[in-house]
């Protein structure tokens, strides 16, 4: 079952969750047996008390949760096919092991985007610096990145919605220094979600700015060849591996963790990846984290030989690859991660409209809150104004009859000529 099938499931209204992934909030709308058999008296309820959470567990196996008229599950537990998402329990345990911190939010959105802002701007700075160094044959100095990256982190350790939102509104003409960019951010912002503590953050964040310098050794003209690689070329552009690994050796600042997800970061969960063909758990957490964000931002970037697909497109592909080119557990994580909808990513509205989503509710993924842009006959509105999808009714600004305000499809970068990098927060 593919996402964009898990995704209409979702938008009907009712999907299967295993019990042990129920929470306060959630609106049960069948069992897994009939009502009659049951100890509940109502046919369809709301979970209010914990009470009723134990006893759910204690007598379903699976229930179906309608999530228009409650809080969504979280997609581990979500069942399709019959059969549960975690199916491994080594994944499982290894996964639980990384969560050593919990990060609370302790910024909103508004506050935190003028320290993402300058956070951004010198890590751009610093890594365009070096790249260009590196093109000219010189050494590798991470010192003014190091600095750049760090206050990164402590912005997504706030708040990764901010840092989120810039990452998505200034998607440059320059593939390769945006890629990294994005990927550094993905990184940091996956692995708080996993509860990585600061110290392996900041490794994640660098090693995403790194895992492709090998590159700046390559011939441009084959980087930015139009159309797909024959089978001489990708051999060349696959030595990138080793060549970032030569340059990354003996640097300061470069630890072994950080040598080991460059090196790792296209190995593929099927052994179908390169340079060694490792696979399952021969490969490190690391490089499968990078090797996950940086197939999600190739997708949803325009390159010289694809177009970008919309963020809701990617997640799609992405679950389609789970299983094979990457683990199912971190592909669901990542969705958890990024949402249905990232903050950044343009949507067309249940009533027309069109805005772009400014935040992710973690447990109302369908649900996020949207800057709109458009009315519903896709003209520009003379004021934008912020709806929370979460809340049942909206605010008033264009609810439907029923259900209200909801997500009807997910839109590319720039469609309706909407240049998302004269957006802002006031």
């Not at 660098?206 to 070329?233: I, M, S, Y």
Request: with cysteine; glycine share 10%; charged share 25%.
């Amino acid at each position: 079952m593919t996402l964009g099938t898990v995704v209409e499931k979702l938008l009907r209204q009712e999907v299967r969750v295993n019990v042990l992934g129920l929470n306060l909030g959630m609106f049960v709308c069948r069992l897994d047996r009939p009502w009659l058999d049951s100890p509940f008296a109502l046919q369809g309820f709301l979970i209010r008390e914990h009470q009723q959470l134990k006893l759910l567990q204690s007598s379903c196996r699976y229930v179906y949760v309608d999530v228009a008229s409650g809080a969504s599950p979280d997609l581990r537990f979500v069942e399709h096919d019959m059969t549960p998402l975690f199916e491994s329990a080594r994944a499982l345990d290894e996964l639980n092991a990384l969560r050593r911190t919990d990060w609370p939010g302790e910024a909103d959105m508004r506050s935190e985007m003028p320290h993402a802002t300058v956070a951004m701007d010198a890590v751009q700075g610093h890594l365009d610096r070096l790249m260009d160094d590196l093109r000219q044959g010189r050494e590798l100095n991470l010192t003014q990145l190091n600095r750049g990256v760090e206050a990164m982190v402590d912005s997504i350790t706030r708040n990764p919605a901010a840092i989120g939102w810039l990452r998505e509104i200034r998607r440059a003409d320059n593939y390769s220094y945006h890629h990294a960019l994005a990927c550094s951010v993905w990184a940091a912002s996956f692995g708080r979600h996993l509860g990585l503590e600061r110290e392996d953050l900041y490794e994640f964040a660098l090693a995403g700015l790194l895992f492709d310098v090998g590159k700046a050794r390559l011939p441009l003209a084959l980087l930015a060849k139009e159309g797909e690689l024959d089978a001489d070329e990708r051999a060349v552009v696959r030595q990138h591996v080793e060549i970032g690994l030569d340059m990354l050796r003996g640097t300061p600042g470069v630890t072994p963790r950080i040598l080991g997800m460059v090196a790792t970061h296209h190995e593929r969960h099927d052994g179908s990846g390169y340079p060694a063909g490792l696979a399952g758990f021969r490969i490190p957490m690391g490089g499968r984290i990078l090797g996950l964000v940086d197939t999600y931002d190739a997708l949803t970037s325009v390159r010289s030989h694809a177009a970008a697909l919309s963020p809701h497109e990617a997640v799609a592909e992405l679950y389609q690859m789970r299983g094979t080119l990457f683990q199912s557990e971190l592909v669901e994580q990542f969705i958890q991660t990024c949402g249905i909808y990232p903050t950044g990513s343009l949507v067309e509205l249940s009533n027309g409209q069109v805005g772009v989503v400014t935040s992710v509710h973690s447990l109302k993924r369908l649900r996020p809150s949207v800057l709109l842009l458009l009315d519903a006959d896709h003209r520009p509105l003379p004021e934008f104004v912020t709806v929370d999808l979460g809340q049942e009714a909206g605010n008033g600004v264009g609810v439907d009859q029923g259900q209200g305000l909801m997500i009807r499809r997910g839109l590319p970068a720039g469609a309706f000529g909407i240049d998302p990098s004269e957006l802002f927060l006031d």
